[in-house]
């Protein structure tokens, strides 16, 4: 873990855990989600790396939470984030599974 994603007990922005990168309300609320998956992904990841299969399931879930569309302009049903907040979300992905993190960020 990088020395500035250590949990601290100082709260910012509605009562997360303060993270000097994290800029705004939607970033905390995204990171927030993403920290969610994350821990579920955590689970199965090392069973995917270890039989080399795709895991459906956690593309199934970024789906279901609308991370798939992060990216896409807001007039075509995306969220139109920045590359600054789609990295932040990737780097919070990866800390549960890197794989699937990779693949996201391969194609949005």
Same mark, same amino acid.
Do not use: C, N
């Given at each position: 873990? $990088? &020395?500035?994603?250590?949990?601290?007990?100082?709260?910012? %922005?509605? =009562? @997360?855990? @303060? +993270? &000097?990168? *994290?800029?705004? #309300?939607?970033?905390?609320? /995204? %990171?927030?989600?993403?920290?969610?998956?994350? #821990?579920?992904?955590?689970?199965?990841?090392? $069973?995917? +790396?270890?039989?080399?299969?795709? &895991? *459906?399931?956690? $593309?199934?879930?970024?789906? +279901?939470?609308?991370?798939?569309?992060?990216?896409? &302009?807001? @007039?075509?049903?995306?969220?139109? *984030?920045?590359? $600054?907040?789609?990295?932040?979300? /990737? #780097?919070?992905?990866?800390?549960?599974?890197?794989?699937?993190? %990779?693949?996201? =960020?391969?194609?949005?």
């Amino acid at each position: 873990m $990088y &020395p500035h994603h250590r949990l601290s007990s100082e709260r910012s %922005l509605a =009562g @997360h855990v @303060h +993270d &000097p990168f *994290i800029r705004t #309300e939607e970033e905390a609320g /995204l %990171l927030q989600h993403a920290e969610t998956l994350a #821990e579920t992904f955590s689970k199965s990841a090392a $069973y995917y +790396d270890r039989t080399g299969t795709f &895991p *459906i399931e956690h $593309y199934a879930a970024l789906h +279901d939470a609308g991370f798939l569309t992060l990216t896409l &302009p807001k @007039h075509l049903g995306g969220r139109e *984030i920045s590359l $600054y907040t789609m990295l932040l979300v /990737l #780097e919070r992905l990866a800390q549960g599974d890197g794989s699937t993190a %990779l693949g996201l =960020g391969w194609h949005l």
